[in-house]
């Protein structure tokens, strides 16, 4: 009977072992961060909308022009002010009042989930050179809304400076200071 209960527990043991590195390499696993999924969640739904289209379009048939179409589609559930030509706080960035302009899906938002749908379609198969989310399309249309949002608002959107030149000016400022001899 000693025999059979050390055989046991010699398995019992090595079967332990086995499952706590098992639980050590499942610990090590970390969880998604909110940035993958974020873009998981966007590619769902964009390959949903694809689902819904009469007739429904394959994730191998779509291209740009579905892309533009999921971005307008979006515009519906914007939380953007952003005023027409014709109204009154065109150009005002922060308007007194209200008004009947629409709500739109901010630029910086849009531009976002292109850039996760990029990274998405590209993870899951599709090839970087045929990327209908990073067409010329699409960057385009990015474009104008930002063109259109800003004029908008009455507030352009400032090109980030370039570290570099920020740099060499501080030195040549730095380099052109006269010494005075004493």
């Not at 010699?10 to 610990?27: I, L, M, V």
Request: hydrophobic share 30%; charged share 25%.
């Amino acid at each position: 009977m000693s025999v059979e209960k050390g055989k046991g527990i010699a398995e019992g043991s090595s079967r332990s072992t086995a499952s706590t590195n098992d639980e050590h390499h499942q610990q090590r696993v970390l969880p998604p961060s909110r940035y993958e999924l974020q873009k998981r969640r966007d590619w769902n739904t964009f390959g949903q909308y694809l689902r819904n289209q009469r007739p429904p379009i394959t994730i191998s048939q779509f291209n740009s022009n579905h892309v533009l179409e999921f971005l307008r589609y979006l515009d519906q559930f914007g939380k953007t002010k952003v005023h027409l030509h014709g109204c009154i706080y065109f150009g005002q960035p922060e308007p007194p009042g209200p008004c009947a302009c629409p709500l739109r899906q901010a630029w910086g938002s849009l531009d976002a989930l292109i850039g996760r749908l990029r990274a998405a379609y590209e993870e899951n198969g599709g090839l970087p050179e045929a990327n209908p989310f990073a067409g010329g399309s699409i960057r385009i249309f990015l474009r104008e809304v930002k063109d259109s949002q800003a004029k908008a608002r009455g507030i352009p959107y400032k090109k980030k400076s370039r570290r570099r030149g920020a740099t060499k000016a501080k030195n040549d400022a730095y380099n052109n200071i006269p010494i005075s001899e004493s």
